[in-house]
């Protein structure tokens, strides 16, 4: 069964400056893999997925990840954080496992961007 | 427009009484997810129902959860005789089932306080 780690529980960083989120994932096979981000009392939303092609994936608001297969993660990067930024963030993986269909989540990391 | 609801947002109830929570899905969206999330833990993965095929129920942590889905559309997840380890926030997410590329879009959540 595929799982997914996310190494930091928290990551405060100073407005402006860059962050970089960490997840790893174990697979033996082909995955997808997504980032969510969840705002204080709401749902999660995506924001960014890779699926194939290029390993570097664009999502919304300035966010980009890096697929390497070799070092199986998956790590999301934003080169200078907002305020707006502070949220809870999920890295997932869609495996094989139960047929594709179900979404295996990380434990979240929460970004604490400080003015 | 709209977007996936849940109802209630917030549920207090005493342990041992049985509850339920409510799901309404996008228009159009022929799969519907379950997941539960827990304080530092990531989002774990309850139940799916996919069109008129037999739901998939793998993730229920014990018989005291159930779920259904009338009409294809709505979905009550019921869980009986509540326990304090089941406070969480109950998170439900649709999507339109197009293949292993599929995005699931998530609602609120329903944050459930056993006392």
């Known amino acids: 069964a595929q799982s997914v780690t996310q190494l930091d529980s928290q990551v405060p960083v100073f407005e402006e400056a860059p962050v970089e989120l960490r997840c790893n994932y174990s697979s033996s096979v082909s995955v997808y893999l997504f980032w969510y981000v969840q705002y204080p009392n709401q749902g999660l939303q995506l924001l960014l997925k890779?699926?194939?092609?290029?390993?570097l994936v664009k999502g919304i608001n300035g966010f980009e990840a890096e697929f390497n297969k070799s070092q199986t993660s998956f790590h999301l990067r934003k080169p200078s954080v907002h305020i707006s930024d502070t949220a809870e963030y999920f890295c997932?993986?869609?495996?094989?496992?139960?047929?594709?269909?179900?979404?295996?989540f990380g434990t979240g990391t929460k970004l604490q961007v400080i003015p | 427009g709209a977007g996936v609801s849940q109802s209630p947002s917030n549920k207090v109830t005493e342990k041992g009484k049985d509850v339920e929570l409510r799901c309404d899905p996008i228009s159009g969206h022929t799969a519907l997810y379950w997941y539960r999330q827990s304080l530092g833990q990531g989002l774990e993965f309850l139940i799916y129902f996919q069109g008129n095929s037999a739901p998939d129920k793998s993730g229920l942590p014990s018989d005291r959860f159930s779920a259904e889905r009338t009409g294809g559309s709505v979905s009550t997840l019921t869980i009986q005789r509540t326990q304090q380890e089941d406070s969480a926030v109950y998170l439900c997410a649709s999507s339109l089932a197009q293949g292993l590329t599929d995005t699931q879009y998530f609602g609120p959540g329903t944050r459930l306080t056993v006392l």
């Open positions: 890779y699926l194939s092609g290029s390993t």
């Open positions: 997932a993986v869609r495996g094989p496992s139960g047929g594709y269909q179900k979404v295996t």
